[in-house]
C-alpha cells in the first residue's frame, strides 16, 4: 500500500518569508497528487493537484507544487508567505490503477505565520 | 458554502448510545466517502460508496455502519462507541470513484464519553 510523509509537523514563519512543505510518496507506479489546505475551523480545501503534464502545478492563492518522479516528492511553495495562510497542510496521493484508488493522506502540516 | 454539508457540526454521546452523522452532497457527484480525522494522525478512509454501493471499506469496527440510500445522501450509524473513536469525521464526495477530485464537507465533531 502507499503512504505518504510528511516530514515537517510544525512550520513557523513570518510574513514575506519563502514556503516550502516536503511531501513523499511510497508507489513506483503512475500517481494523482493533491495538496489541500484546512484553515483553523474549516473544511479541507483542494490548494493543487496534479495528474499529468507539467511537472510544475500552479494553484490558488499563489501555491505551487513541484512533481519530481525520480524523488517521489510533491513539495508546496510559496515565494512570500501572508498571516491567512495559516492552516494546516495535508499532501495526498492516489494511485491511478488497480483496486487502491482512494487518497492515502499525509498527517498534516501545520503552518503558522507570524504577523 | 462547500457543496458537501454535514450534520450535525458537534456531537456528544455516551458509549451505550446510537446516534448517526449525516452528510448531503449538492454537486451532482456519484462517489460519497466518510474519512476519519484524529489529532497528529493521517486522515483514515473507513468507506467508499460509487453509485449508492459500498466499493471499500477499509476494515472499519462494526460499530460504525454506514448508508447510502442515494447518490446524495451519506449516513454514518453510530452504536456503542469507545472514547477513542472521539475524532473529526469528514464526508467527501467526487463525480466518479478514484478519477474526480474529493471535495470535503466541514466535519462532524464527534466526542464519546
Known amino acids: 500500500a502507499q503512504s505518504v510523509s510528511q516530514h515537517n509537523h510544525h512550520v513557523i514563519l513570518s510574513e514575506a518569508a519563502s514556503l516550502e512543505l516536503g511531501c513523499n510518496y511510497s508507489y513506483g507506479g503512475t500517481v494523482n497528487l493533491f495538496w489541500y489546505v484546512q484553515y483553523p475551523g474549516q473544511h479541507l480545501q483542494l490548494l493543487l493537484k496534479y495528474f499529468s503534464g507539467d511537472p510544475l502545478v500552479k494553484g490558488i492563492k499563489g501555491f505551487e507544487a513541484e512533481f519530481i518522479k525520480s524523488k517521489f516528492s510533491f513539495n508546496l511553495r510559496k515565494p512570500s508567505v501572508q498571516w491567512s495562510d495559516t492552516a494546516e497542510y495535508f499532501c495526498a496521493v492516489r494511485r491511478t490503477s488497480g483496486s487502491a484508488r482512494q487518497l492515502t493522506f499525509g498527517s498534516g502540516t501545520q503552518l503558522t505565520v507570524l504577523p | 458554502e462547500t457543496g458537501v454539508t454535514q450534520t450535525p457540526r458537534h456531537l456528544v454521546m455516551g458509549m451505550t448510545n446510537k446516534k448517526s452523522l449525516k452528510c448531503e452532497q449538492h454537486?451532482?457527484?456519484?462517489?460519497m466517502y466518510w474519512y476519519k480525522q484524529s489529532a497528529k494522525k493521517p486522515l483514515e478512509l473507513m468507506f467508499v460508496y460509487s453509485l449508492e454501493e459500498r466499493v471499500e471499506n477499509n476494515s472499519v469496527p462494526s460499530r460504525f455502519s454506514p448508508e447510502c440510500p442515494n447518490s446524495s445522501h451519506l449516513f454514518l450509524h453510530l452504536h456503542t462507541l469507545q472514547p477513542e473513536d472521539s475524532a473529526l469525521y469528514l464526508c467527501?464526495?467526487?463525480?466518479?470513484?478514484?478519477?474526480?477530485?474529493?471535495?470535503f464537507g466541514e466535519g462532524s465533531w464527534l466526542t464519546v464519553v
Open positions: 467527501a464526495s467526487s463525480g466518479t470513484e478514484g478519477i474526480n477530485t474529493i471535495y
Open positions: 454537486l451532482g457527484h456519484n462517489a
